[in-house]
């Protein structure tokens, strides 16, 4: 359906591949730093931060554009204008963080994204330049194509977030479909001690982490980009031990299934364990529609 049709070629054009490889290096020094890096991801907050840092400018643009309407109150608007213009700074690191992790065909996509938004930018950036040399009838005519734009780039967006799974966790679907019940995975025996093992619970794939008696598991498939993660390595991080994605390098909790690192912001779903004469059961409270 229009324009979704025409958005979907946008994760096919290669050509924007040769835009892309010039920026992620950039991208990926300017967050070197893991403290910085988690942040503008969102681990602290257990949610991607750029849909939350986006509500400052979309809310003041789109008020803005309700008091352009009204010549009386465009001197408000500017303001609001220069609010929008100051939020949009931290939406963009932000943005750029997430983008610098995702797959070559979410990364397609956010590129024109990021593109729309530069465009927008600049459009309001004129529309307040221009207003201030009291060229107010200019400066709202740039803030309305500046909406227009931003509105398609918005919609570019929110394509990459839902349709090519760019925001919602890849471990909550895996999740859903295990059995309610206590479930018998296997002998303690035959369980790797010390490494990480994999197990499954009807059609989901686990990570299981032994140490003696001691058993902990996640759902395999990491929340940011279903990695297998039972094919990654166990850390220690703040004390605690972790399992390290093999894709993107998100860490984890064996234990609570926490985001420890990004980018995955989303927890691990942790199930609950029994070892019982010898035999690991496991139980997923809360998740499963099974």
Known sequence: MWPFHLIDRLENASALDAVAARIKPVVEKATSNRTVTDALHGVWLGHPLHPVLVQVPVGAWTSAAVLDAVPAMRPAAGLLIGVGIAGAAPAIASGWTDWSQQDTQQQRTGVVHAIGNTIAL?????SLYARRRNRVGVGAALAYTGYAVAAAS???GGH???RQAA???HAVPHAEIAPADWTDIGALS???DGTPGSARLGEVDLLVVRRGQQVDVLVDRCSHASAPLHEGELVTERGRLCIACPWHGSVFD???GR???GPATAPQPALDVRVED???RVRLPGLSLG
């Open 122 to 126: 600049t459009l309001y950036a004129g």
């Open 154 to 156: 918005a919609t570019i």
């Open 160 to 162: 990459l977030a839902y």
């Open 167 to 169: 925001g919602p966790s």
């Open 190 to 192: 035959d369980l790797p």
């Open 254 to 256: 064996v234990q609570t």
């Open 259 to 261: 985001a420890v690192h």
């Open 278 to 280: 010898g035999r690991v």
